[in-house]
């Protein structure tokens, strides 16, 4: 599983999604730091969504509307990677 979230997209996907909530993919696109390509956005909410990370919710509308918030278990891993975040500051 850490091969799941351990990557860089992974971590800054999570944050963002911690930060401002349940969002479409063009807006987190736009609001992951760094400048995430589309291709490796989707790759990597696929990749969370599989590891139970993230919820992916379509809505039955025309155009299809579809967004991304995190699960119970992704609300929960949140505070330990601030927590690694903040060590890693304070030793770096």
Not at 20 to 48: C, K, N, W
């Amino acid at each position: 599983m850490f091969e799941r979230f351990g990557s860089r997209w992974a971590l800054l996907v999570l944050l963002t999604l911690s930060d401002r909530g349940v969002l479409r993919f063009s807006e987190l696109m736009r609001a992951v730091p760094g400048g995430i390509s589309e291709r490796m956005l989707a790759v990597t909410v696929r990749d969370l969504e599989q590891a139970g990370l993230v919820v992916r919710t379509v809505y039955p509308e025309v155009p299809p509307r579809v967004e991304y918030g995190l699960t119970l278990k992704g609300e929960s891993l949140v505070p330990h990677i601030k927590s690694l975040l903040k060590w890693a500051e304070e030793n770096a």
